[in-house]
């Protein structure tokens, strides 16, 4: 079946600009997760998404980052005035959420947008 | 929380010969532990997880990984390694919903 996809696969953008990042996740999947992978900083979680809800934003490195899902599928991460320190590869993840509890199960992962900016 | 270490930054195996990566973690509560592997200009690949039960893991691609609760280790291993095994390697533990991942580790397998 198909996996996670994300467009654009690859951004190039101006300091200041706003991108928008966007996430089609696995059909049945109801998490979503967005990651950042970075030289400096590794692989960092974004946030998450419970259906269309959001309960975990603890990972957004700032204000300029927001993200929303739509009819429990599609998700945006939107960075607004962007600047170099946003260059890295934006990975999404999906995963099925065991009812009634926590979800063990293993996210599977898109091949990311790589964004830069100049 | 879950966190996870990976002490070495790069792996050099011969093809054919047995590889470990390894991986400490540490948590608060019980384990659970991933490895995902990542080709150059690819996503991250799920290889297998430890929740509970048995302390060998196998996974995809004849990898397998052991939990071993004294040492708080989860290496991966294979028997006999092959080139396209080449690509890094990256231990995660669980902290609520998000994954926490170690920096990666470089493996190289030469022909």
């Known amino acids: 079946g198909a996996g996670v996809s994300q467009s654009p696969s690859n951004k190039v953008t101006e300091k200041g600009k706003d991108v928008e990042l966007r996430c089609d996740p696995i059909s049945g999947h109801t998490a979503l997760y967005w990651y950042r992978q970075s030289l400096g900083q590794g692989l960092e979680f974004l946030i998450y998404?419970?259906?269309?809800?959001?309960?975990?934003k603890s990972g957004l490195p700032s204000d300029r980052f927001s993200a929303e899902r739509t009819g429990g599928s599609v998700s945006t991460l939107t960075i607004q005035r962007t600047q170099q320190e946003d260059s890295a590869v934006y990975l999404c993840a999906s995963s099925f959420r065991l009812a009634g509890g926590s979800s063990y199960n293993e996210q599977f992962f898109g091949p990311g947008t790589r964004l830069t900016v100049l | 929380a879950q966190s996870v270490a990976q002490p070495e930054d790069q792996v050099n195996v011969a093809e054919g010969n047995p590889l470990t990566v390894k991986c400490t973690y540490s948590?608060?509560?019980?384990?659970?532990l991933f490895w995902y592997v990542q080709y150059p200009n690819r996503g991250l690949q799920f290889l297998l997880k430890?929740?509970?039960?048995?302390?060998l893991v196998k996974g995809s691609y004849g990898f397998e990984a052991e939990f071993n609760k004294s040492q708080t280790s989860f290496h991966l291993k294979k028997p006999s390694a092959l080139v396209s095994d080449s690509a890094l390697y990256f231990c995660?533990?669980?902290?609520?919903?998000?994954?926490?991942f170690g920096k990666g580790t470089s493996l190289l397998v030469t022909p």
């Open positions: 430890y929740i509970t039960g048995d302390n």
């Open positions: 995660a533990g669980r902290t609520g919903y998000a994954l926490n």
């Open positions: 948590v608060s509560g019980n384990p659970y």
């Open positions: 998404f419970q259906g269309n809800s959001a309960p975990d």
